[in-house]
């Protein structure tokens, strides 16, 4: 595909300053939390090492978010700048609480020491190994304290009304695309109880909010992350054939892909077909409040307001993609500040949106309004096609959306899937991870074996089987961020291997 042939139509020239929460999503509290001069002096003073610690701290029980800021205006009438650090410290000691204190460690009912599952695993070390893995569920376990739910106003975290599993450390909430693993792990170790309720949460947060946040807290109430509900819940189904739950979440799911397609499509034409993709593209043109000091830091040498917002909109994208860092999204391939994540149309999102139309056409199917006869005889996957309108209307939907992806996103002369920018009108054909994720999502033609037997060959002929720890998430060896080599991330390693195991090739 030469360069000419994908054409954007609808590309942005100035950025507005757009806030990461505000009065509409996040009353009485967004002037704490997400922005204002409390929490620009915090971050100036450098009150904390880590920018997260003050955001995620709850008012005092009586305090009010109004009164509070009232005082400190009334306390510091002077600029941030001449602001003294032991000053702000005596305040925030004076009407907050210690970060965490919202949250409580909840017992697992359906936890068993030796799940049934783990006898099947025939090493004795791996065997072991998991059983380790397994006790860990009892100290990553945490539910919302009622007080979040009757006193919103107080607290950064969002409330949810199940409990639910964390990541650990400083992510004590609940996060998005992690949820995904952690799902498949509880139900592996025989807790669909604690996946289901999991699952109920993600469903309350996109009924509230029609998408499901970055976290669970408001200051990421303008960013998600790779849209995995719809997996989250095939999965679960694959595990319980629980129908009852299946029909309380289509319309779920649905509502949520009805949030990519309106906020994070963007409409171009490849070879005179137009069509949709979608990206990376949080509207926010602020430091990240759980990352302020940094954001703020990594921007002073950017002189232009304009750039800077634009810089600011960037980061908080690339931190929707779940890849935060990495030299994929640099211009340069080495420094932050060149970053243009919402130049680029990636290929693991959309190959992550065509698994969520697969998933919705097939489950319909699975309710008994099924796939229509022709995808029957395309689809070698697990899934249960069969002939009615709904299913059949969004596995079509999936069908055309997968032969306008292999359009995108296929460069014949690299036998692989590379993410496209609409800068540079080109391919980025340096070996990312992402370029395996269409095996994982099946976002091909299901009778072909060409494209996973191609892609094997590429990512062997670039040399990433042959490290001993893993498949590196890249190759960019100067960026020095964490989605770049050497690191390997768990999350893509086990997307590789599952897709490739999908493919059924014989290599």
């Known amino acids: 595909m030469t360069p000419q042939e994908i054409v954007w139509e609808n590309e942005d020239k100035v950025k507005d300053k757009i806030q990461t929460c505000d009065q509409y999503n996040a009353p009485g509290r967004y002037m704490i939390y997400c922005q204002g001069k409390l929490l620009q002096a915090v971050m100036a003073t450098q009150l904390y090492k880590d920018s997260k610690t003050f955001v995620d701290q709850p008012l005092k029980e009586g305090r009010e978010g109004a009164k509070v800021l009232a005082e400190f205006e009334r306390m510091f009438p002077q600029p941030v700048a001449e602001i003294k650090k032991e000053d702000v410290r005596a305040f925030v000691d004076a009407n907050f609480d210690q970060e965490g ?10 936890w068993s020491a030796y799940p049934k599952k783990f006898q099947l695993i025939k090493d004795p070390k791996l065997r072991h190994f998991a059983q380790q893995l397994n006790l860990i569920w009892k100290e990553l376990c945490r539910e919302v304290k009622p007080v979040v739910k009757n006193y919103p106003e107080r607290f950064s975290l969002i409330y949810v009304p199940h409990p639910f599993v964390v990541p650990g450390g400083r992510f004590r909430e609940f996060y998005y695309w992690d949820a995904y693993w952690i799902v498949k792990g509880l139900l592996i170790s025989g807790m669909t109880d604690t996946a289901k309720s999991m699952i109920l949460n993600f469903a309350h947060m996109i009924n ?14 303008r960013r998600s992350q790779p849209p995995l509900f719809a997996p989250m819940v095939y999965e679960y189904y694959q595990a319980t054939r629980d129908k009852d739950l299946i029909r309380e979440m289509l319309p779920v799911i649905e509502k949520e892909y009805n949030f990519w397609t309106s906020n994070r499509s963007l409409p171009i034409t490849v070879n005179g077909e137009k069509m949709n993709m979608f990206q990376y593209r949080t509207p926010s043109t602020v430091p990240r409040p759980e990352s302020y000091r940094e954001d ?21 994208s690339a931190a929707e993609a779940g890849w935060d860092f990495s030299a994929r999204w640099f211009a340069d391939k080495a420094t932050l500040t060149t970053i243009e ?13 065509c698994y969520n139309l697969h998933i919705m056409g097939n489950l319909h199917g699975e309710l008994g309004e099924s796939a229509s006869q022709h995808e029957r005889t395309l689809s070698k996957s697990s899934f249960s096609p069969g002939n009615s309108h709904k299913s059949a209307a969004w596995i079509d939907e999936y069908i055309k959306f997968r032969g306008q992806f292999q359009k995108v996103f296929w460069v014949e002369r690299a036998k692989g899937w590379y993410d496209y920018n609409l800068r540079t009108k080109k391919h980025n054909t340096d070996f990312y991870a992402a370029m395996a994720i269409p095996l994982f999502t099946q976002c091909y033609e299901p009778l072909s074996m060409i494209k996973p037997d191609e892609i094997y060959g590429k990512m062997e002929e670039m040399g990433v089987f042959s490290y001993t720890g893993g498949i590196p998430t890249s190759l960019q060896k100067h960026s020095g961020q964490q989605w770049d080599f050497p690191n390997g991330w768990s999350p893509l390693n086990h997307m590789i291997i599952e897709g490739l195991r999908k493919s059924d090739d014989p290599r």
């Open 208 to 221: 509230n909010y029609g998408f499901v946040p970055n976290g669970g807290r408001i200051y990421y109430l």
């Open 296 to 316: 703020v830091m990594a921007a002073e040498s950017i002189p232009e307001e304009n750039d800077k917002r634009a810089f600011y909109q960037n980061i908080a």
């Open 341 to 353: 994540t919402t130049n680029i149309i990636p290929v693991d999102l959309n190959a992550y949106i």
């Open 101 to 110: 204190h919202e949250l409580k460690e909840c017992q697992l009912a359906d």
